[in-house]
């Protein structure tokens, strides 16, 4: 081990932390929140933190910390991102970030205790509860709860597709702990640092090694409910059925024919998920619900986008008699990151001789939660031909250890203070 | 009880009857295959057939026999339909003529109790196993693997989306019996006769009470399965992806359309059925399935709108870069009844002044089935705005109960030995 470089050490402790929940006969994941396999990389991952001093605990939530105290009292520098995975998913993704974040933590570990008194701050690696959302919905679920973005006791009782809770998914891997993992007195973090893969190719395509993000698209995101009503699926005439399918698959096809009314990549259209009801071959469904996004880096075109489909469904609603009810809905404008906290991975860039650009995030991820608390910085690295959520998501291994020297980096001046007035 | 006339009777019973799963606060039910409402219901039913003199058997599928043997070694006339369910749907449809028939036999063994020398054959009431095809599939089970159309093991090794197999599930509510119930030799039924609610409005409209059925629809049903690739549905590029959904949702719409292009009750189209993979909230889904049907009383009509559709699939194929596979796919002429059943029939409706026209089934029957192998008779009575596979599906009781009389009659000739030369 000893004659290992810490590089060398990252990707041996990263190919081992890739093999839990592998999908067989691919490079990828599946390690929804709370299943078996998460539970079986946190002991692994526990164990990890505990070889190299850090005290692990857990919240109530089940966010995974690990703590060193290197100035007794002080706060935290916090850093780290989500081993949770999508189904069939790619091992990167968050999974990186975490294990990063651990390594760089050790490597400025080992620096402070030679240095004692650069430190300003103790260090903290955290993996955060239920990321993706797929399992258990909201998404960013352990980092909404731990900013006080969502009450614990509604993200404790929510049900996967079985009908399992949180609470239950949590003690049967054993990871739902304490309430408060910082203190009686609530949050003593000083500033959070995430890095990521990025889910777009577009720092590929640049040659930029390091992203420093400096926003998060806007969006509109929408819980659709669409209303017809049961019929014999093959006797029931075609003028007398209101068939919630129908209005439910002219949202999804309109979905994507409002992108080519903006310029091309200003507007992004989706819909993942769709349930139907009772969903059986000879009845005209009664019921469909369906997830569907608007993203763009333009809160303009997010409204103009909006306006349309609003429009659409106006019609679909009238043509096909159905009714499509709004459950639930969120929208944001373009959300910013920290100027400083760009400024400051744009530094540490600039000394260790690694490309850069600023970058905007499509997609949230836990720092858009942490960012609104405390200094934050977000960092990608680059993702080959940008594929996300899917089985062969690739970063090469010297974009891996090149964001583990930036993020220490970072940790090391965020430990001395930096950021923190 | 004695005072009751035998309408009343048959109302008091099928009152009884309607109860087995019913939905609260609606008049429908949900009893689907093999669900412990079904037990229920079976059991209560067996008890009803005992107390009439009838012997109770299953066969190895679980369809459930009630035998009256008049003629010692005689061939039986078979009569019956299901009482299985959709989900959330009518208390009517296959229930009324399971019980219709089990009424029809009560008054045709009393009649020939006290006229032994008219009987030819011995008298059965059948209800079929899962003809719905909703938990299970294919539909029309029971009545398949008695007439050798499905093998047994396949049929019983079918599991549910929760992966309980038909096997587990019989045996669950104690209804899998023995593998003959009609002899070692196999099939000892001389007819059958089958009365279902019209799935339809075309009698009610015309005020006729007794649909003498003569065909069922022609018809083109496929299970297609659609491939895309799994990406994030927020950050990957539009052009870069290959959605499955959007596919299906292009198929859906699709069918509808079709529709127009024929004249008006020439062509009916539906999906019921669709499954999306992973079905995240943040993944385009990289895999649909989805079921299909085409229906119309032509078959040319059919081929028509199925070389449309498969021009559809070749432009979504190319403009939305995803595979479209046919699974499977099934397709028959309009399939007709035989008409000597249809004359039997019509002969019972005149002799009882009950009004009476021809009418074309849009959906299959156990009778389906069976009139491949014995002569024939199927049967329909009103319903109230053709709604189907509803919770407000209703058919008024002067029809039932004229049902019942109707099918009376046509059981007596046929136990007399109509339809067999």
């Known amino acids: 081990m000893t004659d290992q470089t810490p590089n060398e050490t990252f990707l041996a402790d990263w190919a081992i932390h890739s093999r839990f929940g592998a999908v067989e006969g691919t490079n990828g994941v599946e390690r929804q929140a709370a299943s078996a396999a998460d539970g079986e990389q946190r002991k692994w991952f526990a164990e990890l933190l ?60 080992d620096e402070l205790r030679e240095n004692p008194e650069k430190a300003k701050f103790n260090l903290a690696v955290v993996n955060w509860f239920n990321e ?19 009450a ?14 949180v609470r239950e998914a949590l003690d049967e891997i054993g990871e739902r702990g304490a309430a408060q993992v910082f203190g009686e007195e609530g949050l003593d973090v000083a500033s959070y640092a995430e890095i990521h893969v990025q889910q777009g190719r577009s720092m590929e395509e640049n040659g930029v090694t390091i992203g420093l993000v400096n926003a998060t698209w806007a969006a509109h995101k929408y819980d659709f409910r669409v209303k017809g009503e049961q019929a014999h699926s093959g006797s029931a005439l075609m003028a007398d059925r209101r068939d919630a399918l129908l209005g439910a698959a002219r949202l999804v096809v309109a979905a994507r024919e409002l992108v080519d009314e ?26 469909v619900r369906l997830l569907l996004d608007l993203r763009s880096p333009s809160a303009e075109v997010i409204r103009g986008a909006h306006e349309r489909l609003m429009a659409v469904i106006e019609r679909v609603q009238r043509d096909d008699r159905v009714e499509i009810e709004i459950v639930a809905e969120h929208s944001w404008d373009q ?27 499509v997609a949230g991820h836990d720092s858009t939660n942490m960012k609104d608390l405390v200094p934050t910085v977000m960092l990608f690295v680059p993702s080959v031909d940008g594929v996300s959520h899917n089985l062969n998501e690739y970063t090469r291994d010297e974009d891996l250890v090149a964001g583990v020297e930036h993020l220490t980096g970072v940790i090391g001046r965020l430990a001395e203070g930096a950021l923190v007035a």
């Open 50 to 109: 505990e070889s190299h001093g850090f005290t692990v605990k857990r919240d109530a939530i089940g966010n995974q910390f690990g703590l060193l105290e290197l100035v007794p009292g002080a706060p935290y520098v916090l850093t780290g991102s989500h081993m949770d995975s999508q189904p069939t998913a790619g091992r990167f993704d968050g999974a990186y970030g975490v294990m990063a974040s651990a390594h760089a933590c050790f490597r400025v570990a």
């Open 262 to 287: 903006f310029e091309p990549g200003a507007l992004h259209t989706a819909c993942g998920e769709l349930t139907v009801y009772p969903n059986s071959p000879v009845v005209v469904a009664s019921e």
């Open 335 to 361: 959300n910013p990151y920290q100027e400083e906290g760009v400024e400051l991975a744009r530094e540490v860039a600039e000394s260790l001789g690694l490309t850069h650009d600023r970058v905007m995030t």
């Open 132 to 150: 993706e959302g797929s399992r258990f919905k909201p998404s960013m679920m352990g980092s909404s709860v731990f900013t006080d973005k969502l």
């Open 152 to 165: 614990l006791e509604e993200a404790l009782a929510t049900e996967d597709p079985k009908g399992i809770t």
